[in-house]
């Protein structure tokens, strides 16, 4: 009787294992690379593959699990049937052009991009690498940016692009993107190391703009133009120093000034119209804190957050609750 009873638990097992469906494979596969156990994710995702030779999603998996652990002539393999398909995924395009970066072939990695945004001219995930690539190939060129740019008119709720337009911006010292991109950068991917880095470097920019001036301004663009003097035109502000309380009291007077204006009608802007908002729920202040406390003192920063609990606590309920949606159409980095 027991032995029978066992007999029957051996098979349920069996069946269950082999009753496993793809997102199943994909799920499990998923877990030990969580492990860093990339040999039996390899291991799950091949066996997944020889039951669903032509999913997807396994093969992407196996890709990026061989690229994980260097072996990107598997990598490679693994994706030719989904690149040699009339449309592959976006996905496909992305994985491709990082192995063959890794394996030192830029040339093909280009192509691979190329064919991608062929398929996705929209895709910002698709510019942004290529915006990537080509900062290696020919630094300095700027090549990049271009295809950055790109990616933002044409995808402007993708965060890495204004990551890496900004920080071009503030290297070539273009004042009014550096900060816009910056800002809207910090906004869209709020909680990582890249937005420390960024809300840094957005600090220093307004101690360098009310110190000298704007800089890097395109004469022919009148967006540049009435932001720097809007801006510029709270410069008393700044006479005791750039600090988080007098970057709120710049800002605040900017956006009074902005939407008292015809230009706010003619340059609708996603980033003022979130500010804007917060400004009129009385989140304002501890935005800009959020903003700058942390790049200008953060003992002084955390002191501010104890002493305003309740605000700082409503504006970051209100940044889970609300995210921050770029409008098609405001594109104006002509």
Known sequence: MKQWVLSLFL???????????????????????????????????????GKYPDNAEIMQELALAYYSTQRNPQALEALKPLLAGSKPEETVFQIAGLIYRSSQLPKEAEKNYKAGLKLYPKSGMLHNEYGQLMEIMEPGRGEGIKLWEKGIEADPGFAANYYHSARYYS?????????????????????????????????????????????????????????????????????TGITPES??????????????????????????????????????????QWLFGGASNMASFQSWTKAHTEEYQAFTKFQRQQLFVVNAGQYYKM
């Open 11 to 49: 098979m349920a097992g069996s069946v269950g294992l082999y009753a496993q469906n793809a997102d199943d494979i994909i799920k499990s596969a998923r877990e030990y690379t969580m492990k860093g156990d990339f040999e039996n994710t390899i291991l799950v995702l091949k066996n997944g593959l």
């Open 171 to 239: 290297m070539v010292n273009n004042s009014v993107w550096a900060l816009l991109y910056g800002e809207m950068f910090v906004n869209l991917d709020s909680y990582s190391n890249r937005t420390i880095e960024v809300k840094n470097m957005l600090f220093q920019f307004y101690k360098k703009i009310f110190a000298f001036g704007f800089s890097g301004l395109n004469d022919k663009n009148s967006f540049e133009k009435v932001v720097s003097d809007c801006f510029f035109k709270q410069k008393a502000f700044a006479s």
């Open 247 to 288: 970057l709120s009291a710049i800002r605040t007077r900017f956006i009074l000034d902005w939407y008292n204006s015809a230009e706010s009608k003619k340059y609708p802007f996603r980033l003022f119209e979130r500010q804007q908002q917060m400004l009129r729920e009385g989140m304002f202040d501890a935005y800009n």
